[in-house]
């Protein structure tokens, strides 16, 4: 079988998912790999959407995060204060799992303004949404987004959502509960934070991509992992699987 | 006790220009039938304040009834941009809209404040986010046994909150359920309630997980059927996805919308 980039990414997405238990989902891109991962290498895992769903099972993949096969197939349904404040603050879920506009070499995310330069008014994003709170009190976070030099910035234009501040001991200083994002996984690869300076360092290429391309396409000098791997290629099950999903077929 | 109105009559009575207006619902119980019914009465100078601003405040925004916006994410769910909220942010078109933006655990957090007629709520939020920069409503506050930095959110108490229901009863009696969001806590932090439900009945059997607003709480109640569309509500519509899919290209042009809105909302009285 062959893939798409796009494709190599989710796959991606959801097998970082393996070995947790229960999994924030934003909506979008981590949608689609959290409910992959359920149809593929952890059928256990809990989704927890921000709209209230505690062990949501759609059959379809949902466009919104509140759509009302979420609360029709969940364990529990809760309103959204008791979401954020006894579920997320209070620590109960392993991961977070979100998309971004901008991402900088610490894993800091923008998703509420752009500068357009000069004489041009800041270019409106959606925001914040729940993103600064499941950052900081999930066990660890996952990241997905199309790697390029817009996405992967030098200096984001706004810090929404931290995710390792300006580097080791950051998120300590900052009192943030949890161990933060742990990899950034994009469709030409996996980076991961250097386990002594937390800046992203790419880790892993995605099959038919060179570091060079991953290096070319990162606002910052990327470093290449000594030991860089290439990711598994995409299972004919997983292919399989993420197809149904995306053509909105419930699940074989 | 919540009196019994035509949806005219309650909007006319209860929102007035110059308002902070919540009208909740996250995703689910969107109260759109009441948003169309304000734009006809051309209430204007609002405070607009929701979680997910969503396809009715781009409507709202769109045909200038707003003044500014709290909210904590302003995107067209599973589909992009908010065109006519953007417009507003970034041209002032057609009018310019301030903003107050929050996180959804802070905004959620807010409400409970206000439902609790407190003047703040405590979270552990922002932290290290830049949003506490450009928002008055956002501060930080030492808890008094342990010493530790917690963020502090003011309340919000909206002059009147609007949220659509499934059903209500005779005496206004108020019930929803599924997705519950941020509701009764809208609610109970309004001045005055509107509520539009799907329908009335002369007994509310109870639901699971059901919220039920008492009728002393709820100022009006207007049967609106199939009131929260392109919203929904469970057990009696569901989600019209490929309404929110088409609203991208309607609100991407000034002009297309203005079409839409004047067929499909201003029109739709006539």
Redo the contacts between chains.
């Keep these: 079988m062959s893939w798409t980039s796009d494709e190599l990414m989710t796959v991606n997405a959801a097998r970082a998912l393996a070995g947790a238990r229960t999994c924030f989902v934003g ?2 891109l981590p949608s689609a790999a959290a409910n992959l991962a359920r149809r593929t290498t952890e059928p256990g895992l809990v989704l927890i959407y ?4 505690l062990g949501s099972k759609p059959s379809r993949l ?7 096969e ?3 197939t969940a364990d529990a ?1 809760v ?3 008791e979401i ?2 006894y579920w ?2 209070a620590g109960r879920i392993d991961v977070g799992f979100l998309g971004a506009a901008q991402v900088d070499r610490f894993a800091n995310v923008n998703t ?1 303004v752009v500068d357009r330069g000069p004489g041009r ?4 994003l ?8 499941i950052a ?2 999930c066990g660890k976070v996952l990241l997905v987004l199309r790697h390029s030099t817009r996405n992967l910035v030098e200096r984001l234009d ?5 995710g390792h ?1 300006d580097g080791p001991g ?1 998120r300590a200083r ?4 949890g161990a933060g994002p742990v990899a950034v996984i994009t469709d030409l690869g996996i980076m991961r934070p250097d386990p002594e300076t937390a800046e992203l360092t790419l880790t892993e290429v995605h099959p038919g991509t060179t570091p060079e391309q991953a290096v070319a396409a990162t606002g910052w000098p990327l470093a290449v992992a000594p030991g860089l791997r290439v990711t598994e290629p995409p299972t004919e099950a997983e292919l399989t699987a993420l197809r149904r999903l995306a053509q909105g077929a419930p699940d074989a | 006790m919540a009196e019994i109105l035509t949806l005219r009559d309650a909007v006319a009575g209860l929102v007035h220009s110059g308002d902070t207006v919540a009208m909740e619902g996250f995703t689910h119980l969107i109260p759109f039938a009441a948003a169309h019914e304000m734009i006809r009465q051309r209430v204007s100078d609002l405070t607009l304040v929701r979680m997910t601003p969503d396809v009715i405040y781009d409507q709202l925004i769109g045909m200038g009834a707003a003044r500014k916006l709290v909210f904590s994410w302003g995107g067209n769910p599973g589909v992009g941009s908010l065109h006519r909220f953007r417009d507003a942010v970034e041209n002032g078109w057609p009018r310019p809209l301030e903003l107050d933006e929050h996180s959804h655990a802070g905004m959620a957090n807010r409400y409970v404040a206000g439902a609790s007629r407190l003047p703040f709520a405590v979270l552990r939020g922002y932290r290290g986010s830049d949003l506490p920069s450009r928002s008055a409503t956002i501060s930080t506050v030492v808890c008094p046994f342990t010493g530790e930095e917690l963020a502090a959110v003011a309340a919000i108490n909206p002059d009147v909150t609007v949220i659509h229901a499934q059903r209500a009863d005779r005496d206004g009696n108020v019930q929803l359920w599924g997705l519950v969001g941020v509701q009764k806590e809208a609610a109970l932090a309004a001045s005055r309630v509107l509520v539009t439900v799907e329908e009335i009945v002369d007994d509310l059997a109870p639901a699971p997980g059901a919220v039920v607003l008492p009728s002393w709480t709820v100022d009006a109640v207007a049967v609106v059927p199939n009131g929260a569309h392109p919203s929904y509500a469970a057990g009696y519509t569901v989600r019209d996805n490929g309404f929110y899919q088409a609203w991208d290209a309607v609100s991407r042009d000034r002009d297309a919308f203005l079409r839409w809105m004047d067929e499909n909302v201003l029109e739709a009285a006539r």
């Design positions: 909506i979008g921000e709209s209230g769903t949902p466009l919104s995060i509140g759509d009302g979420l609360a029709d349904v309103s959204v204060p954020f404040n997320l603050q509420t008014p800041e270019g409106r959606p925001g914040a949404g729940g993103a600064p709170e900081a009190s706004f810090v929404t959502t931290v501040g950051s900052l009192g943030l509960p």
